[in-house]
């Protein structure tokens, strides 16, 4: 399934994407019970309640009912934390998808790390590499960036820079990551390109070795970029207005534009 959160009268509202158009899946699936946010439905992703998803989802009668006209998408979720290898336990501001990006404050330019990150759906705890997939609830995208002053140097603090999570969370039954391919445009322009394969058992390992230290708690996430850091590659380099799109098969485009310095983007 391909879930997303869609803004319902100032609420978010759980849906799935079918043949392109926002389907409310709580309307479908029609129990009073049945989650009305991602986060609850990951939060109680047992098999029972994602097997009514799935079986509302092939009543082809009630779906063409539940669908949303002109839905606003909003961020998917909001995880229970977000895990970077860079960036361990830093609280940031999380944007979604067509939302403008604020400027940090004293950034002269920021670079740019693209990343798809795993939703747990199970609480785990010292689990090998091998027992992390089963954990596994679904993957998203991540836009992630750092700033810069102009002499280069980073600016350390996190406040004020966001990160970017959508369009969507794609359940683990429907994608394998590791088959994966990603593209990076940047106005338009691609500047990256490539399979995840060996970056999808880094994101794995990653979660093994969280695990060792802490129970995983469902609705955490773990982000990790596929091509690397930028290292100071001018080419990578972003400036105000720039519009960055990071595309994933299956997925799909996660896109944001970079707001001019001194414009604030607010959460969904």
């Not at 998803?53 to 961020?75: F, H, I």
């Not at 691609?190 to 969280?210: C, D, M, R, T, V």
């Not at 105000?240 to 310095?261: D, F, K, S």
């Amino acid at each position: 399934m391909r879930l997303v959160t869609y803004d319902r009268r100032g609420h978010r509202r759980l849906g799935a994407i079918l043949g392109g158009e926002v389907v409310d899946l709580p309307d479908v699936v029609g129990h009073p019970a049945f989650p009305t946010t991602l986060e609850t439905l990951v939060a109680s992703s047992g098999g029972t309640v994602m097997d009514a998803a799935r079986a509302a989802l092939e009543r082809e009668d009630e779906v063409k009912r539940a669908v949303v006209g002109q839905a606003r998408v909003l961020t998917p979720l909001f995880p229970t934390s977000l895990l970077t290898p860079d960036a361990p336990g830093v609280e940031r501001r999380i944007v979604g998808p067509e939302q403008d990006v604020p400027w940090p404050d004293g950034a002269a330019w920021l670079d740019y790390e693209p990343k798809v990150a795993a939703v747990l759906g199970r609480e785990t705890t010292q689990a090998s590499i091998d027992e992390i997939r089963p954990s596994i609830f679904g993957y998203t995208l991540v836009s992630d960036w750092a700033a810069h002053e102009a002499s280069g140097d980073p600016i350390t603090t996190a406040e004020g820079l966001s990160l970017a999570i959508g369009p969507c969370v794609v359940t683990a039954d429907e994608l394998d990551p590791q088959a994966m391919v990603v593209q990076v445009k940047v106005d338009g322009q691609e500047i990256a390109k490539g399979n995840l394969n060996g970056a999808a058992e880094s994101l794995f390992g990653l979660i093994s070795e969280a695990s060792r230290f802490a129970v995983l708690e469902r609705g955490d996430a773990f982000a990790l970029g596929p091509f690397g850091h930028a290292d100071l590659d001018p080419s990578r380099r972003l400036w105000p207005g720039a519009e960055v799109e990071l595309a994933a098969e299956g997925i799909g485009t996660l896109r944001n534009r970079l707001a001019r310095r001194g414009n604030i983007a607010e959460r969904s």
